[in-house]
Nanobody, 124 residues
């Protein structure tokens, strides 16, 4: 099993920045992803990182503004979000899975372990 805990959400103005953290314990995951959920949408893929290689992947609408990372030796994954937009308001969830394959990394239903979520509000 993998335990996952997010932190770092909050209120930010349009164009501002936030850094989310996802601390993992227990079994080493194969990948860790971030997903956003709003009242209008199901959990939407934002970014994911492969644990060992640290290869990163992003949704098209965040490329160039968001950065997912896992510093060497740490069991925490970070999501640096810059240039935030009002439509990016929502609850951000971190998800991990020890057995996920590459083609499945972009769909929330394929991750077995989830944090409780952290609220991000972008005000205009």
């Amino acid at each position: 099993q993998v335990q996952v805990e997010e932190s770092g959400g909050g209120l930010v103005q349009v164009g501002g920045s936030l850094r989310l953290s996802c601390a993992t314990t227990g079994q080493t995951p194969r990948a860790v992803g971030w997903f956003r959920q709003s009242p209008e949408q199901d959990r939407e893929f934002v970014a994911t990182i492969k644990w060992s290689s640290r290869h990163t992947f992003y949704a098209d609408n965040v490329k160039g503004r968001f950065a997912i990372s896992r510093p060497s030796g740490e069991n925490t994954v970070y999501l640096q979000m810059n240039g935030l937009k009002p439509e990016e308001t929502g609850v951000y969830y971190c998800a991990a899975d020890p057995a996920i394959i590459h083609s499945s990394m972009f769909n929330a239903r394929n991750y077995h372990y989830w944090g409780q979520g952290t609220q991000v509000t972008v005000s205009s």
